[in-house]
C-alpha cells in the first residue's frame, strides 16, 4: 500500500510541475500603469545625446584683446585722430603726443579752416594754409585736393585729410623715425619740424607734453 500511496504522490507531483511549466511569463510592461510607461519613454527621448553632451561642456573661445592708447578729456576729432595714427603704426605715447601737439598748434583739429581761423571749404580757402596741418604752399595745397579726388570724397573730410597726411612725401621721409618707439618729445618735435615746415613754434611742444599726460594704455578687444 505504501507503494501505491508514492507512486500516485510522485504522478501528482509531476502533473503540477508541467502546469506550472506551462504558464505563460507575465509581461513587466503590462502590469505597470500607462502614465508611468508614457513618462520613461520622455526621460528616454530628453537625455543628451553624446554631440549635445559635448558642446555643452566646451567654453567659450575668449576675444583676443590687445593694447591702445586712449586720450582723457579729448573731443571726438582728437580721438579719431589718435585711433588713425595706431592703426597705421605709430604707437609710442611720446611721438603720438608730438603729432597732436602739432596738429593742435596749427588748425586745433579742425578739418575745414583756413589759415586765420575761418571756417571754409578747402575751395574757399584762397590764401594761406588749409585743413588740419595747414598745408600752405601750393604744391602740397594742390596735393590735397588731388588726393581727395583720387579717393572719391572731400579734401574738406577729416578722414581724407588723415589720408593725404600718410602718403605725403614730407611724412615718409620721417615716418620710419616716428614709428621707431623710444624717443623723447623733442626728439620727435625735430622731426616734426622737418616734416611740417613751421614758420611758428607756438605752444606746440607745450601742447605734447599736454597730450602725453593725457594719453592712457588701456586693454581693449582686437578689432
Same mark, same amino acid.
Given at each position: *500500500?505504501?507503494?501505491?500511496? +508514492? +507512486?500516485?504522490?510522485?504522478?501528482?507531483?509531476?502533473?503540477?510541475? +508541467?502546469?506550472?511549466?506551462?504558464?505563460? %511569463?507575465?509581461?513587466?510592461? #503590462?502590469?505597470?500603469?500607462?502614465?508611468?510607461?508614457? /513618462?520613461?519613454?520622455?526621460?528616454?527621448?530628453?537625455?543628451?545625446?553624446? @554631440? %549635445?553632451?559635448?558642446? @555643452?561642456?566646451?567654453? @567659450?573661445?575668449?576675444?583676443? !584683446?590687445? !593694447?591702445?592708447?586712449?586720450?582723457?578729456?579729448?573731443? #571726438?576729432?582728437?580721438?579719431?585722430? &589718435? /585711433?588713425?595714427?595706431? /592703426? !597705421?603704426?605709430? %604707437?609710442?605715447?611720446?611721438? &603720438?603726443? %608730438?603729432? *597732436?601737439?602739432?596738429?593742435?598748434?596749427? #588748425?586745433?583739429?579742425?578739418?575745414?579752416?583756413?589759415?586765420? $581761423?575761418?571756417?571754409?571749404?578747402?575751395?574757399?580757402? =584762397?590764401?594761406?594754409?588749409?585743413?588740419? &596741418?595747414?598745408?600752405?604752399?601750393?604744391? =602740397?595745397?594742390?596735393?590735397?585736393?588731388?588726393?581727395?579726388?583720387?579717393?572719391?570724397?572731400?579734401?574738406?573730410?577729416?578722414?581724407?585729410?588723415?589720408?593725404?597726411?600718410?602718403?605725403?612725401?614730407?611724412? !615718409?621721409?620721417?615716418?620710419?623715425?616716428?614709428?621707431?618707439?623710444?624717443?623723447?618729445?623733442?626728439?620727435?618735435?625735430? &622731426?616734426?619740424?622737418?616734416?611740417?615746415?613751421? $614758420?611758428?613754434?607756438?605752444?606746440?611742444?607745450?601742447?605734447?607734453?599736454?597730450?602725453?599726460?593725457?594719453?592712457? *594704455?588701456?586693454?581693449? @578687444?582686437?578689432?
Amino acid at each position: *500500500m505504501l507503494n501505491n500511496l +508514492t +507512486t500516485v504522490a510522485v504522478s501528482l507531483f509531476g502533473t503540477v510541475a +508541467t502546469s506550472v511549466a506551462t504558464l505563460p %511569463t507575465p509581461s513587466y510592461a #503590462s502590469q505597470l500603469p500607462l502614465n508611468l510607461i508614457l /513618462d520613461q519613454v520622455a526621460m528616454i527621448n530628453e537625455a543628451p545625446t553624446q @554631440e %549635445t553632451a559635448t558642446k @555643452e561642456v566646451v567654453p @567659450e573661445t575668449p576675444t583676443p !584683446k590687445v !593694447k591702445r592708447l586712449i586720450c582723457k578729456d579729448c573731443n #571726438s576729432y582728437e580721438a579719431r585722430v &589718435l /585711433d588713425f595714427l595706431q /592703426d !597705421k603704426g605709430v %604707437t609710442d605715447r611720446n611721438a &603720438l603726443a %608730438t603729432i *597732436m601737439g602739432n596738429i593742435r598748434q596749427e #588748425s586745433t583739429f579742425i578739418p575745414n579752416i583756413c589759415e586765420g $581761423g575761418a571756417r571754409t571749404s578747402y575751395e574757399g580757402c =584762397r590764401s594761406g594754409g588749409f585743413g588740419v &596741418l595747414q598745408w600752405t604752399d601750393s604744391a =602740397r595745397y594742390n596735393g590735397l585736393g588731388q588726393h581727395a579726388r583720387r579717393l572719391g570724397s572731400s579734401p574738406s573730410n577729416l578722414e581724407t585729410q588723415l589720408d593725404y597726411l600718410i602718403n605725403e612725401s614730407d611724412w !615718409k621721409m620721417i615716418e620710419g623715425q616716428m614709428k621707431t618707439p623710444g624717443q623723447t618729445i623733442n626728439d620727435y618735435m625735430r &622731426l616734426a619740424r622737418r616734416w611740417i615746415r613751421w $614758420g611758428h613754434h607756438g605752444a606746440r611742444t607745450d601742447y605734447a607734453y599736454d597730450y602725453a599726460r593725457k594719453l592712457v *594704455m588701456v586693454e581693449v @578687444e582686437k578689432s
